[in-house]
């Protein structure tokens, strides 16, 4: 069905709905544009990012309020990105394997954390010296403490970066850690954006 225009008021709605919604508006729409209402920084930068991803054009403005308004334009002359994934370019080293590692705790294994914190720095490490690099790192829960201030594996996971890793921080889980103005390294993510990429993965690796 053809629609010109579309608005969409996110203000309150929680991670990953503003993309979810974003997601369902541009498969009704064949050109036109789509006016995005929210009041939250971080879904801001998600639905922007996902509909950039998607070939859109993407203008912002903010009011006096903080209402963040995204006016996404579909059709016109937009094209597609020619990235290799929606992710972003991914680099030699990880070559067109689809390999993700999700880390979900800032600790390895359960038991003793301080063990935990040992293992997960040697596993991080461990990583740069295989040729096959992940294509994506994921951190959710308690592991985005390793991708923000204070991380001591933040050289590390940048490394992995330069070399072609995505680096993925759940930004739900920044919010609830009060980290979100902390983040070092990689980029803020989204529910919709991960369980697109675990399901799309030839293997999924938790340590």
């Known amino acids: 069905m053809k629609k010109h225009s579309i608005?969409?008021?996110?203000?309150?709605?929680?991670?990953?709905?503003?993309?979810?919604e974003t997601k369902k508006a541009l498969d009704q729409l064949e050109e036109g544009i789509i006016t995005v209402v929210l009041d939250a920084e971080p879904s801001a930068v998600n639905v922007s990012r996902f509909a950039s991803s998607q070939g859109?054009?993407?203008?912002?403005?903010?009011?006096?309020?903080?209402t963040i308004h995204l006016e996404i334009a579909k059709g016109f002359s937009c094209t597609i990105p020619s990235?290799?994934?929606?992710?972003?370019?991914?680099?030699?080293?990880?070559?067109?394997?689809?390999?993700?590692?999700?880390?979900?705790?800032?600790?390895?294994?359960?038991g003793n954390d301080k063990l935990g914190k040992i293992l997960m720095k040697a596993f991080l490490k461990t990583l740069l010296e295989f040729s096959i690099r992940p294509r994506q790192l994921i951190f959710?829960?308690?592991g985005v403490y390793l991708t923000t201030s204070g991380s001591e594996e933040i050289e590390t996971i940048?490394?992995?970066?330069?070399?072609?890793?995505?680096?993925?921080?759940?930004?739900?889980?920044?919010?609830?850690?009060?980290?979100?103005?902390?983040?070092e390294v990689g980029q803020m993510s989204n529910m919709f954006e991960i369980t697109s990429l675990l399901l799309e993965a030839d293997r999924v690796v938790v340590p």
């Open 7 to 20: 608005k969409l008021d996110m203000r309150g709605k929680a991670c990953p709905q503003p993309v979810i």
């Open 56 to 66: 859109c054009i993407v203008n912002r403005d903010d009011d006096d309020s903080g």
């Open 83 to 110: 990235t290799q994934s929606d992710s972003g370019p991914v680099s030699t080293s990880a070559g067109h394997n689809k390999l993700v590692v999700y880390i979900n705790d800032q600790y390895m294994g359960k």
């Open 140 to 142: 959710v829960n308690s």
């Open 158 to 183: 940048r490394t992995l970066e330069q070399e072609g890793s995505n680096i993925f921080s759940c930004g739900t889980c920044l919010d609830f850690y009060h980290l979100k103005d902390m983040l």
